[in-house]
Structures are given as C-alpha cells and as structure tokens.
C-alpha cells in the first residue's frame, strides 16, 4: 500500500516507521525537508523496542506527496 503521513512531529514520525515496518511505501509530507533523511529510528520506550525503517520519499510538496497515495 502506498500512503503519505502529513507532519513529521511526534505522532507523524511514529506513524510513517510502523506503516514503513510493515512493508508499505510511505512518503513523509513536511515543510523543512532538510531536517529528514529516508532512513528513521521509532523507539517504543513501553516494551523498550526500537525499528529502523526506510521512508520512500520525504517532500515538502503536497501533489507530490499524495498524487499516488
């Protein structure tokens, strides 16, 4: 499945690693790409578990990030 998280805070980021984790493609829509790389580290401090994932894409541009999700 192809899906776009809009925002990269918090909840954002937590959400683009989990769908990434589970085989998805997922683009990151952001203003300030410069502050991102493809490749993210999610760690669950509750069961003390950490995923490293990649992103598809990281943009700033919405058509871009949605125009196939």
Do not use: P
Not at 35 to 50: E, L, Y
Request: glycine fraction near 8%; charged fraction near 20%.
């Amino acid at each position: 499945m192809r899906i776009t998280v809009v925002g990269g805070g918090n909840i954002g980021t937590l959400v683009a690693g989990q769908c990434s984790a589970n085989n998805h493609e997922v683009t990151m829509f952001t203003r300030d790409t410069s502050r991102w790389s493809k490749t993210i580290k999610v760690i669950d401090h509750d069961t003390n578990k950490s995923i490293t994932t990649t992103l598809k894409n990281i943009t700033s541009d919405l058509y871009e990030a949605v125009c196939n999700a």
